[in-house]
Protein backbone atom coordinates (compact mmCIF):
# COMPACT_ATOMS: atom_id res chain seq x y z
CA UNK A 1 0.00 0.00 0.00
CA UNK A 2 2.64 2.34 1.29
CA UNK A 3 5.15 1.48 -2.44
CA UNK A 4 1.35 2.26 -3.96
CA UNK A 5 1.23 5.56 -2.65
CA UNK A 6 4.75 6.39 -3.17
CA UNK A 7 4.13 5.65 -7.22
CA UNK A 8 0.72 7.52 -7.25
CA UNK A 9 2.58 10.10 -5.46
CA UNK A 10 5.54 10.20 -7.84
CA UNK A 11 3.44 10.53 -10.49
CA UNK A 12 1.47 13.17 -9.43
CA UNK A 13 4.85 15.06 -9.12
CA UNK A 14 6.66 14.35 -12.36
CA UNK A 15 3.41 16.17 -14.25
CA UNK A 16 4.34 19.44 -12.21
CA UNK A 17 8.20 19.09 -12.71
CA UNK A 18 7.37 18.73 -16.56
CA UNK A 19 4.94 21.53 -16.29
CA UNK A 20 8.20 23.73 -14.48
CA UNK A 21 10.75 22.30 -16.63
CA UNK A 22 8.72 22.78 -19.80
CA UNK A 23 9.27 26.42 -20.29
CA UNK A 24 12.92 25.84 -20.36
CA UNK A 25 12.22 23.59 -22.58
CA UNK A 26 10.45 25.30 -24.98
CA UNK A 27 12.89 28.66 -24.59
CA UNK A 28 15.60 26.25 -25.45
CA UNK A 29 14.08 25.01 -28.35
CA UNK A 30 13.08 28.30 -29.87
CA UNK A 31 16.87 29.25 -29.61
CA UNK A 32 18.15 26.27 -31.12
CA UNK A 33 15.56 27.44 -33.80
CA UNK A 34 16.74 30.71 -33.97
CA UNK A 35 20.35 29.16 -34.38
CA UNK A 36 19.34 26.59 -37.23
CA UNK A 37 17.68 29.80 -39.21
CA UNK A 38 21.23 31.57 -38.78
CA UNK A 39 22.31 28.60 -39.62
CA UNK A 40 20.67 28.09 -42.59
CA UNK A 41 20.50 31.78 -43.82
CA UNK A 42 23.57 31.85 -45.25
CA UNK A 43 23.12 28.62 -47.29
CA UNK A 44 19.44 29.28 -48.60
CA UNK A 45 18.11 30.06 -51.60
CA UNK A 46 18.86 33.23 -52.23
CA UNK A 47 22.28 33.37 -52.17
CA UNK A 48 22.81 30.65 -55.04
CA UNK A 49 21.56 33.26 -57.47
CA UNK A 50 24.50 35.77 -55.66
CA UNK A 51 27.10 32.77 -56.05
CA UNK A 52 25.98 32.55 -60.33
CA UNK A 53 26.27 35.81 -60.79
CA UNK A 54 29.61 36.23 -58.94
CA UNK A 55 31.11 33.50 -61.10
CA UNK A 56 29.67 34.39 -64.47
CA UNK A 57 31.18 37.75 -63.24
CA UNK A 58 34.39 36.30 -62.59
CA UNK A 59 33.93 34.36 -66.64
CA UNK A 60 33.28 37.48 -67.59
CA UNK A 61 35.94 39.26 -65.93
CA UNK A 62 38.46 36.72 -67.26
CA UNK A 63 37.24 37.25 -70.84
CA UNK A 64 37.84 40.95 -71.19
CA UNK A 65 40.88 40.72 -70.06
CA UNK A 66 41.62 38.01 -72.54
CA UNK A 67 40.05 39.92 -75.14
CA UNK A 68 42.05 43.09 -73.76
CA UNK A 69 45.44 41.25 -73.68
CA UNK A 70 44.60 39.97 -77.15
CA UNK A 71 44.15 43.64 -78.41
CA UNK A 72 47.51 44.88 -76.28
CA UNK A 73 49.34 42.21 -78.21
CA UNK A 74 49.27 43.78 -81.87
CA UNK A 75 49.82 47.45 -80.03
CA UNK A 76 53.15 45.85 -78.67
CA UNK A 77 54.06 44.33 -81.89
CA UNK A 78 53.52 47.92 -83.26
CA UNK A 79 55.68 49.60 -81.02
CA UNK A 80 58.33 46.95 -81.56
CA UNK A 81 57.66 47.43 -85.36
CA UNK A 82 58.20 51.01 -85.04
CA UNK A 83 61.72 50.75 -83.16
CA UNK A 84 63.13 48.63 -85.45
CA UNK A 85 64.10 50.51 -88.88
CA UNK A 86 62.75 51.74 -91.46
CA UNK A 87 63.02 53.27 -95.06
CA UNK A 88 62.22 57.02 -94.87
CA UNK A 89 59.23 57.66 -97.69
CA UNK A 90 59.61 61.20 -99.00
CA UNK A 91 57.80 62.67 -101.44
CA UNK A 92 59.17 65.18 -103.95
CA UNK A 93 56.45 67.87 -103.71
CA UNK A 94 57.25 68.10 -99.86
CA UNK A 95 61.21 68.26 -100.69
CA UNK A 96 61.03 72.12 -101.75
CA UNK A 97 59.61 73.14 -98.52
CA UNK A 98 61.48 71.06 -96.31
CA UNK A 99 64.69 72.35 -97.91
CA UNK A 100 63.91 75.92 -97.21
CA UNK A 101 62.59 75.30 -93.46
CA UNK A 102 65.93 73.27 -92.89
CA UNK A 103 68.05 75.86 -94.66
CA UNK A 104 66.09 78.54 -92.30
CA UNK A 105 64.87 80.64 -95.45
CA UNK A 106 63.64 83.71 -93.86
CA UNK A 107 67.60 84.56 -91.97
CA UNK A 108 68.92 83.30 -95.49
CA UNK A 109 67.04 86.61 -97.08
CA UNK A 110 68.00 88.71 -94.03
CA UNK A 111 71.73 87.52 -94.43
CA UNK A 112 71.60 88.11 -97.82
CA UNK A 113 69.94 91.93 -97.67
CA UNK A 114 72.29 92.67 -95.36
CA UNK A 115 75.20 91.15 -98.06
CA UNK A 116 73.40 93.32 -100.54
CA UNK A 117 73.25 96.49 -98.31
CA UNK A 118 77.12 96.17 -98.26
CA UNK A 119 77.47 95.92 -101.54
CA UNK A 120 75.45 98.84 -102.15
CA UNK A 121 76.90 100.90 -100.08
CA UNK A 122 80.62 100.27 -101.31
CA UNK A 123 82.21 103.85 -103.28
CA UNK A 124 82.95 101.69 -106.23
CA UNK A 125 81.02 101.51 -109.64
CA UNK A 126 77.99 98.79 -109.23
CA UNK A 127 78.48 95.61 -111.00
CA UNK A 128 75.20 93.78 -111.67
CA UNK A 129 77.29 90.64 -112.35
CA UNK A 130 79.61 90.16 -109.60
CA UNK A 131 76.52 91.67 -107.15
CA UNK A 132 74.34 88.44 -108.60
CA UNK A 133 76.96 86.55 -108.30
CA UNK A 134 78.09 87.51 -104.16
CA UNK A 135 74.48 87.28 -103.54
CA UNK A 136 73.96 83.60 -104.39
CA UNK A 137 77.51 82.84 -102.99
CA UNK A 138 76.13 84.54 -99.90
CA UNK A 139 73.05 82.60 -99.85
CA UNK A 140 74.62 79.05 -100.41
CA UNK A 141 76.89 79.58 -97.79
CA UNK A 142 73.76 80.43 -95.14
CA UNK A 143 71.85 77.93 -96.19
CA UNK A 144 74.90 75.31 -95.32
CA UNK A 145 75.55 76.91 -92.20
CA UNK A 146 71.66 76.78 -91.14
CA UNK A 147 71.30 73.14 -92.54
CA UNK A 148 74.74 72.30 -90.17
CA UNK A 149 73.45 73.80 -86.86
CA UNK A 150 70.19 72.10 -87.14
CA UNK A 151 71.79 68.76 -87.78
CA UNK A 152 73.78 69.31 -84.32
CA UNK A 153 70.96 70.61 -82.18
CA UNK A 154 68.09 67.66 -83.51
CA UNK A 155 67.84 66.53 -79.27
CA UNK A 156 67.68 69.99 -78.10
CA UNK A 157 65.52 70.98 -80.42
CA UNK A 158 62.91 68.73 -79.99
CA UNK A 159 62.42 69.98 -76.13
CA UNK A 160 61.47 73.52 -77.41
CA UNK A 161 58.39 74.32 -78.12
CA UNK A 162 59.90 76.77 -81.13
CA UNK A 163 62.03 74.34 -82.81
CA UNK A 164 60.53 71.20 -82.18
CA UNK A 165 58.49 70.90 -85.89
CA UNK A 166 61.77 71.36 -87.43
CA UNK A 167 62.17 69.09 -90.68
CA UNK A 168 64.96 66.94 -88.39
CA UNK A 169 62.93 67.19 -85.53
CA UNK A 170 60.25 65.27 -86.97
CA UNK A 171 61.87 63.11 -88.93
CA UNK A 172 60.84 65.03 -92.59
CA UNK A 173 64.39 64.31 -93.72
CA UNK A 174 67.04 61.73 -92.74
CA UNK A 175 70.47 63.42 -91.58
CA UNK A 176 72.00 61.87 -94.31
CA UNK A 177 70.01 63.89 -96.80
CA UNK A 178 70.17 66.88 -94.43
CA UNK A 179 74.38 66.73 -94.59
CA UNK A 180 74.58 66.26 -98.14
CA UNK A 181 72.34 69.23 -99.04
CA UNK A 182 74.22 71.49 -96.75
CA UNK A 183 77.77 70.66 -98.72
CA UNK A 184 75.68 70.84 -101.60
CA UNK A 185 75.45 74.14 -100.76
CA UNK A 186 78.50 75.33 -98.49
CA UNK A 187 80.64 73.94 -100.97
CA UNK A 188 79.86 75.53 -104.52
CA UNK A 189 78.65 79.14 -102.39
CA UNK A 190 82.81 79.14 -101.15
CA UNK A 191 83.79 78.38 -104.83
CA UNK A 192 81.94 80.92 -105.84
CA UNK A 193 82.58 83.35 -103.93
CA UNK A 194 86.20 82.38 -104.00
CA UNK A 195 86.73 82.11 -107.78
CA UNK A 196 83.95 84.56 -109.26
CA UNK A 197 83.86 87.33 -106.90
CA UNK A 198 87.34 87.64 -104.68
CA UNK A 199 89.63 85.48 -102.81
CA UNK A 200 88.90 87.63 -99.58
CA UNK A 201 84.94 87.39 -100.07
CA UNK A 202 85.08 83.46 -100.07
CA UNK A 203 87.54 83.20 -96.87
CA UNK A 204 85.09 85.44 -95.06
CA UNK A 205 82.81 83.33 -96.27
CA UNK A 206 84.29 80.31 -94.85
CA UNK A 207 85.41 81.69 -91.67
CA UNK A 208 81.61 82.95 -90.95
CA UNK A 209 79.99 78.94 -91.67
CA UNK A 210 82.91 77.64 -89.43
CA UNK A 211 82.10 80.39 -86.87
CA UNK A 212 78.39 79.67 -86.90
CA UNK A 213 78.89 75.57 -86.80
CA UNK A 214 81.72 75.21 -84.74
CA UNK A 215 82.18 78.15 -82.06
CA UNK A 216 78.54 79.60 -81.63
CA UNK A 217 76.32 76.43 -82.02
CA UNK A 218 78.21 74.39 -79.05
CA UNK A 219 78.94 77.51 -77.13
CA UNK A 220 75.12 78.17 -76.90
CA UNK A 221 75.29 75.06 -74.14
CA UNK A 222 78.21 76.24 -72.65
CA UNK A 223 78.33 79.78 -72.19
CA UNK A 224 76.42 83.64 -71.95
CA UNK A 225 79.14 84.57 -74.57
CA UNK A 226 77.80 82.66 -77.19
CA UNK A 227 75.85 86.09 -78.04
CA UNK A 228 78.41 88.14 -78.94
CA UNK A 229 80.06 84.66 -81.33
CA UNK A 230 76.65 85.19 -82.89
CA UNK A 231 76.57 88.73 -83.32
CA UNK A 232 79.95 88.64 -85.18
CA UNK A 233 78.51 86.05 -87.43
CA UNK A 234 75.78 88.31 -88.09
CA UNK A 235 77.99 90.91 -88.52
CA UNK A 236 80.19 89.09 -91.61
CA UNK A 237 77.73 89.44 -94.40
CA UNK A 238 77.65 93.46 -95.06
CA UNK A 239 81.40 92.98 -94.96
CA UNK A 240 81.33 90.34 -97.47
CA UNK A 241 79.06 92.82 -99.29
CA UNK A 242 81.65 95.28 -99.61
CA UNK A 243 84.73 93.33 -100.27
CA UNK A 244 82.70 92.09 -102.77
CA UNK A 245 82.73 95.43 -104.65
CA UNK A 246 85.70 96.82 -103.19
CA UNK A 247 88.25 93.70 -102.79
CA UNK A 248 89.59 95.20 -99.55
CA UNK A 249 88.49 95.48 -95.98
CA UNK A 250 88.21 99.00 -95.57
CA UNK A 251 86.51 101.35 -92.65
CA UNK A 252 83.24 101.21 -93.90
CA UNK A 253 83.16 97.89 -94.34
CA UNK A 254 84.05 98.12 -90.62
CA UNK A 255 81.24 100.31 -89.70
CA UNK A 256 78.67 98.27 -91.49
CA UNK A 257 79.58 94.95 -89.63
CA UNK A 258 79.74 97.67 -86.50
CA UNK A 259 75.87 98.53 -87.52
CA UNK A 260 75.18 94.97 -87.53
CA UNK A 261 76.86 93.69 -84.74
CA UNK A 262 75.17 96.25 -82.33
CA UNK A 263 71.91 95.73 -84.00
CA UNK A 264 71.59 92.17 -83.35
CA UNK A 265 71.36 92.89 -79.04
CA UNK A 266 68.57 94.26 -78.52
CA UNK A 267 67.13 92.10 -81.45
CA UNK A 268 68.32 88.98 -79.80
CA UNK A 269 67.77 89.78 -76.75
CA UNK A 270 64.42 91.37 -76.98
CA UNK A 271 63.35 88.05 -78.69
CA UNK A 272 65.36 85.38 -76.22
CA UNK A 273 63.51 87.17 -73.40
CA UNK A 274 60.26 85.72 -73.92
CA UNK A 275 61.42 82.20 -74.63
CA UNK A 276 63.28 81.98 -71.83
CA UNK A 277 60.96 78.54 -70.39
CA UNK A 278 61.86 77.13 -73.61
CA UNK A 279 66.01 77.96 -73.57
CA UNK A 280 66.17 76.49 -70.13
CA UNK A 281 63.99 73.28 -71.44
CA UNK A 282 66.47 72.91 -74.26
CA UNK A 283 69.41 73.26 -72.18
CA UNK A 284 70.82 76.35 -74.02
CA UNK A 285 73.22 79.26 -71.71
CA UNK A 286 71.14 82.43 -72.88
CA UNK A 287 72.06 85.62 -70.88
CA UNK A 288 67.84 85.98 -70.60
CA UNK A 289 67.99 83.02 -68.46
CA UNK A 290 71.25 82.58 -66.40
CA UNK A 291 71.82 86.53 -66.19
CA UNK A 292 68.73 88.91 -66.94
CA UNK A 293 69.81 91.56 -65.56
CA UNK A 294 72.79 91.88 -67.93
CA UNK A 295 70.90 90.78 -70.80
CA UNK A 296 68.49 94.46 -70.71
CA UNK A 297 71.57 96.24 -69.69
CA UNK A 298 73.84 94.82 -72.56
CA UNK A 299 70.58 95.32 -75.20
CA UNK A 300 70.33 99.21 -73.87
CA UNK A 301 74.04 99.67 -74.45
CA UNK A 302 73.82 99.03 -77.73
CA UNK A 303 70.49 100.75 -78.56
CA UNK A 304 73.21 103.99 -77.60
CA UNK A 305 75.37 102.38 -79.55
CA UNK A 306 73.86 102.88 -82.95
CA UNK A 307 73.50 106.34 -82.60
CA UNK A 308 76.96 106.85 -82.14
CA UNK A 309 77.75 104.38 -85.31
CA UNK A 310 75.04 106.26 -87.28
CA UNK A 311 77.13 109.73 -85.82
CA UNK A 312 80.51 108.31 -87.17
CA UNK A 313 78.96 107.55 -91.11
CA UNK A 314 80.16 111.27 -92.33
CA UNK A 315 83.75 111.04 -90.49
CA UNK A 316 84.47 108.13 -92.39
CA UNK A 317 83.13 109.85 -95.17
CA UNK A 318 80.71 106.82 -96.11
CA UNK A 319 77.69 109.37 -96.18
CA UNK A 320 76.81 113.11 -95.79
CA UNK A 321 75.80 114.64 -92.36
CA UNK A 322 72.47 114.45 -93.07
CA UNK A 323 72.28 110.67 -92.67
CA UNK A 324 73.33 110.70 -89.11
CA UNK A 325 70.38 113.99 -88.29
CA UNK A 326 67.70 111.33 -90.10
CA UNK A 327 68.43 108.53 -88.58
CA UNK A 328 68.32 110.10 -85.41
CA UNK A 329 64.71 109.72 -83.98
CA UNK A 330 64.40 106.49 -84.94
CA UNK A 331 67.87 105.48 -83.13
CA UNK A 332 65.84 107.74 -80.21
CA UNK A 333 63.10 105.49 -80.60
CA UNK A 334 65.12 101.79 -80.54
CA UNK A 335 66.65 103.45 -77.86
CA UNK A 336 64.03 104.55 -76.06
CA UNK A 337 62.09 101.22 -76.05
CA UNK A 338 65.37 99.65 -75.26
CA UNK A 339 65.54 102.19 -71.99
CA UNK A 340 61.84 100.78 -71.36
CA UNK A 341 62.66 96.54 -71.98
CA UNK A 342 65.66 97.81 -69.05
CA UNK A 343 62.90 99.41 -66.68
CA UNK A 344 60.01 97.11 -67.02
CA UNK A 345 61.83 93.59 -68.04
CA UNK A 346 58.35 92.03 -69.11
CA UNK A 347 56.57 90.46 -71.98
CA UNK A 348 55.09 93.41 -73.49
CA UNK A 349 58.35 95.80 -73.44
CA UNK A 350 60.42 92.67 -75.07
CA UNK A 351 57.76 92.71 -77.58
CA UNK A 352 57.58 96.05 -78.48
CA UNK A 353 61.56 95.93 -78.90
CA UNK A 354 61.33 93.21 -80.81
CA UNK A 355 59.48 94.48 -83.41
CA UNK A 356 60.83 97.77 -83.85
CA UNK A 357 64.11 95.55 -84.43
CA UNK A 358 62.50 94.11 -87.27
CA UNK A 359 61.52 97.16 -89.62
CA UNK A 360 64.66 99.59 -87.70
CA UNK A 361 67.42 98.08 -89.87
CA UNK A 362 65.60 98.02 -93.05
CA UNK A 363 64.60 101.57 -92.28
CA UNK A 364 68.61 102.27 -91.27
CA UNK A 365 70.18 100.88 -94.14
CA UNK A 366 68.15 102.64 -96.77
CA UNK A 367 68.51 105.71 -95.14
CA UNK A 368 72.35 105.15 -95.02
CA UNK A 369 71.79 104.10 -99.25
CA UNK A 370 69.96 107.09 -99.36
CA UNK A 371 72.44 109.34 -97.69
CA UNK A 372 75.76 107.86 -99.55
CA UNK A 373 78.06 110.04 -100.85
CA UNK A 374 78.30 109.18 -104.65
CA UNK A 375 81.14 107.83 -106.64
CA UNK A 376 81.69 110.99 -108.68
CA UNK A 377 82.07 113.25 -105.94
CA UNK A 378 84.64 110.84 -104.48
CA UNK A 379 86.42 110.92 -107.56
CA UNK A 380 86.09 114.85 -107.94
CA UNK A 381 87.69 115.13 -104.59
CA UNK A 382 90.23 112.99 -105.25
CA UNK A 383 91.34 114.63 -108.67
CA UNK A 384 90.77 117.66 -106.69
CA UNK A 385 93.48 116.85 -104.08
CA UNK A 386 95.77 115.15 -106.65
CA UNK A 387 96.24 117.92 -108.83
CA UNK A 388 96.55 120.16 -105.17
CA UNK A 389 99.52 118.17 -104.62
CA UNK A 390 101.16 117.61 -108.10
CA UNK A 391 100.77 122.09 -108.33
CA UNK A 392 102.80 121.85 -104.63
CA UNK A 393 105.43 120.19 -106.20
CA UNK A 394 105.50 121.97 -108.81
CA UNK A 395 105.83 124.82 -106.86
CA UNK A 396 108.76 123.76 -105.02
CA UNK A 397 110.17 122.51 -107.71
CA UNK A 398 112.67 125.29 -109.33
Known sequence: YVTQYNKDLSQRVKP??????????ELQQLDQEKKIMHKIRPISPVHQPLSETSSRNELREMKSAA???????????ESKEDRQWKEMKLQLDDLPGILARLSKIKLTALVVSTASAGFAMAPVPFDLTCFLLASVGTGLASCAANSIN?????????NMNRTKNRPLVRGQISPLLAVC?????????????????????????????????????????MSIANTWVGAVVGAIPPVMGWTAATGSLDAGALLL????????????????WGLREDYSRGGYCMMSVTHPGLCRRVALRHCLALIGLSTMAPLLDITTWTFPVI?????????YLGFRFYRDADRSSSRKLFFCSLWHLPMLLLVMFTC??????????????GESHGRALEIRLP
Request: hydrophobic share 40%; aromatic share 14%.
Open 16 to 25: KADSVASPFR
Open 67 to 77: ETEDSLTPVRA
Open 150 to 158: QFFEVPFDS
Open 181 to 221: FAASCGVPGIALLTLAVNPLTGALGAFNIFLYTCCYTPMKR
Open 257 to 272: GGILYSWQFPHFNALS
Open 327 to 335: SLPINLYIS
Open 372 to 385: KKSFLEKEDKGDLL
